[in-house]
């Protein structure tokens, strides 16, 4: 493969893609590696911002160098994937949390008001539970 | 140097993605499971944005942000499907 570039364009993307390149391994490699299913959540982040996001800033490199135009896809696919990894991670996190933990082998919040995805009645809760709700009167800190 | 860079990239990304298969094949909880499909998803981005520099195509922009929106939207309809035991009610 051949591409006609100026020298700081082709250093720029290379380097780019080599370290979107390092961070992608990272995060699939602690993917295997660490030990248990919370903090395997922490590794794909890595992957999520600063491998695609290497990988998105070295393509407008490029694309700038190649064409000498400014090339806005790469900004609506890094902000698509920055609003929604937040929302991805709070809902494995909370599968996690209903479908293999229960309140007692959860750690104690600080002010002791019970964590919140317990404490609710009704649409948070999961249909898999496994300590279901007391059929009494609603919690007493609400 | 950008035809070594891209190689690296790729070969990089692919690994990944087999990793990832793994964490599919043997993960012990569903969670992970899910955090493994995920992940595949972001892995399939990258390379599809590398593909598009390599073959000098910028269709590949617009099939990666579908590969986007659909990997969230499966994502969070599986842990739904699992939280509620329904999707749409």
Redesign the interface.
């Known amino acids: 493969?051949?591409?006609d570039?100026p020298l700081w364009a082709?250093?720029a993307?290379?380097?780019f893609?080599?370290i979107?390149?390092?961070f992608?391994?990272v995060?699939?490699?602690g993917?295997?590696r660490l030990p248990d299913?919370m903090t395997?959540?922490h590794a794909?982040t890595k992957?999520?911002t600063l491998?695609?996001g290497g990988?998105?800033i070295?393509?407008m490199i490029?694309?700038l160098a190649?064409e000498g135009r400014f090339?806005a896809?790469?900004l609506?696919?890094s902000l698509?994937?920055f609003l929604?990894s937040p929302?991805?991670a709070l809902?494995?996190?909370?599968?996690?949390i209903?479908?293999?933990e229960r309140p007692d082998t959860l750690p104690e919040p600080r002010d002791g008001a019970g964590w919140a995805s317990y404490t609710a009645d009704g649409p948070a809760r999961?249909?898999?539970d496994l300590s279901p709700l007391p059929e009494t009167e609603p919690d007493q800190n609400t | 140097?950008?035809?070594?860079?891209?190689t690296?990239?790729i070969?990089?990304?692919s690994?990944?993605?087999l990793?990832?298969l793994?964490?599919v094949a043997t993960g012990?909880?569903?969670?992970?499971r899910?955090?493994?499909l995920?992940?595949m998803v972001?892995?399939a981005?990258?390379l599809l944005?590398?593909l598009?520099?390599?073959l000098?195509s910028?269709i590949f922009?617009?099939v990666?942000?579908l590969f986007?929106?659909v990997g969230?939207i499966s994502?969070?309809s599986y842990?739904?499907f699992?939280?509620?035991?329904d999707i749409i009610e």
């Open positions: 493969m051949q591409y570039l082709d250093i993307v290379s380097a893609l080599l979107a390149a390092f992608g391994l995060g699939s490699y993917l295997i299913a395997r959540l794909p992957a999520t491998g695609v990988v998105l070295g393509s490029f694309v190649t090339s896809h790469e609506l696919i698509f994937l929604t929302i991805t809902f494995i996190a909370k599968v996690h209903h479908l293999h999961g249909v898999r | 140097m950008i035809g070594y860079a891209l690296i990239a070969g990089a990304f690994l990944g993605l990793l990832n793994w964490r012990p909880n569903i969670s992970d899910i955090l493994a995920d992940t972001i892995n981005i990258a944005i590398l598009g520099i390599a000098g910028s922009f617009e990666s942000m986007a929106l969230f994502t969070v842990c739904r699992l939280l509620r035991g």
